[in-house]
């Protein structure tokens, strides 16, 4: 099953309610007049995302909907499938975003999300364990942790389930 987080936008928009609203923020003429806020609600998690801070509601639709793609990434877990050989379970986006046990990818690039999804949903997986997570991944553990610690909640979430599980914190 594909994670929220990977799928396109034009899809997970339709599975998610929104609500515009008045923003608020620096005062002005036009200051809470204008419905421009966005608040999207992922509606299978009821996870939901907002922007407020662009004068266009198309603009803050956007904004909210890549904060969403963050916060599904982050709080919502997705079953990893079973290995497909030497206990590698990278999926298509990943293999292509990988060189050389390398992620190549920009925090800000619109694949970051899902691929920082399926790294989460991996290191679940894995008993948030990371070696093992990037093994199982193809890339180098560094490499991994680089991926999760540009994504500060993300990076905190680990460092929960991992204290949870009784494991020291990563730093």
Same mark, same amino acid.
């Given at each position: 099953?594909?994670?929220?987080?990977?799928?396109?936008?034009?899809?997970?928009?339709?599975?998610?309610?929104?609500?515009?609203?008045?923003?608020?923020?620096?005062?002005?003429?036009?200051?809470?007049?204008?419905?421009?806020?966005?608040?999207?609600?992922?509606?299978?998690?009821?996870?939901?995302?907002?922007?407020?801070?662009?004068?266009?509601?198309?603009?803050?639709?956007?904004?909210?909907?890549?904060?969403?793609?963050?916060?599904?990434?982050?709080?919502?877990?997705?079953?990893?499938?079973?290995?497909?050989?030497?206990?590698?379970?990278?999926?298509?986006?990943?293999?292509?975003?990988?060189?050389?046990?390398?992620?190549?990818?920009?925090?800000?690039?619109?694949?970051?999300?899902? *691929?920082?999804?399926?790294?989460?949903?991996?290191? $679940?997986?894995?008993?948030?364990?990371? !070696? +093992? %997570? &990037?093994?199982? @991944?193809?890339?180098?553990?560094?490499?991994? *942790?680089?991926?999760?610690?540009?994504?500060?909640? $993300?990076?905190?979430?680990?460092?929960? !389930? +991992? %204290? &949870?599980?009784? @494991?020291?914190?990563?730093?």
């Amino acid at each position: 099953m594909t994670h929220p987080a990977a799928i396109p936008e034009e899809e997970l928009l339709k599975r998610c309610t929104v609500t515009r609203n008045r923003g608020g923020g620096p005062g002005g003429q036009r200051k809470n007049k204008v419905e421009t806020a966005a608040i999207l609600t992922h509606d299978p998690t009821g996870i939901s995302a907002q922007a407020a801070e662009r004068r266009s509601q198309k603009e803050n639709q956007r904004v909210a909907l890549r904060r969403l793609r963050h916060a599904l990434a982050v709080r919502h877990r997705a079953p990893v499938p079973p290995p497909k050989g030497m206990d590698e379970i990278a999926s298509p986006l990943w293999r292509s975003r990988r060189q050389n046990q390398k992620i190549v990818c920009n925090p800000d690039h619109a694949d970051y999300p899902a *691929l920082l999804a399926e790294a989460l949903d991996v290191l $679940a997986d894995s008993g948030w364990k990371p !070696r +093992r %997570a &990037a093994l199982r @991944l193809g890339v180098t553990m560094s490499q991994l *942790l680089k991926l999760v610690r540009a994504h500060p909640p $993300a990076w905190g979430e680990l460092n929960r !389930r +991992r %204290a &949870a599980r009784k @494991l020291p914190p990563l730093s």
